[in-house]
């Protein structure tokens, strides 16, 4: 997918409340831009890296930037959470994903088990339907090793067992890690950071939940998915 444009290039000069980044751009200006990721941003929080901000298209937006990239570790990683729906979302229509393609329907945000909202689900005739996680991953700290969640994530914990209780019922459940990096050749889950979500993937795996991983091609102009990675177990 596009990314947004117009972009400019500057340096991080702190980021603040979770939702706001001060950016020095290349021109010398100094702008406030809308960071759209709620996690620890570790290793990409860091005063003085390169990255890229997007200009709002909007007269409504408090904010007149959005902070898009960042330069780390020799490569681009994607630091918006909210582009990882939109990645799959664009993969599921191509059938760029083998193990999901070929499904005729894919619903967005769908109410299921008690108070959740699955991310996709996909149906098709004499199929099962399919029930559909995301999740976004921009951590890697040692080697090229992506990893998920950067803090403790609660939330997506939860979303394992409404997965695998969807297995239990009969239908297929998948965990979709897509990793916005380009840096990495495997994941695994962070255990040192939230040993229960590491847990509990351990425990949807085993319970039927299919874990799958994918890294992005990424440049100032696109990001897209490109190719499967392993999912190293027990790290």
Known sequence: MLLPQPKARGRLIRRYKRFFADVLLDDGREVVSHCPNPGAM?????????????????????????????????????????????????????????????????????????????????????????????????????????????????????????????????????ALFVVQRTDCEAFAACADLDPKFAQGLEAASAAGVEVLVYGCAISPEEIRIERSLPWARGR
């Open 42 to 174: 570790l290793g990409l929080n860091t005063p003085g890296l390169v990255v890229w901000v997007s200009a709002a298209d909007g007269a409504k937006r408090k904010l007149g930037w959005t902070l898009e990239l960042v330069e780390a570790d020799g490569g681009l990683v994607g630091i918006n959470t909210l582009l990882p729906n939109r990645l799959v979302a664009e993969a599921l229509a191509a059938d760029a994903i083998p193990e999901l393609a070929g499904y005729a329907e894919h619903r967005r945000e769908v109410r299921y088990a008690a108070a959740s909202r699955v991310d996709f689900l996909l149906t098709g005739p004499n199929r099962a339907p399919c029930f559909l996680e995301v999740k976004n991953v921009p951590l890697r700290r040692t080697g090229a090793l992506a990893e998920f969640p950067d803090c403790v994530a609660a939330r997506s914990a939860r979303h394992l067992q409404d997965l695998a209780a969807e297995v239990a019922g009969g239908a297929r459940a998948v």
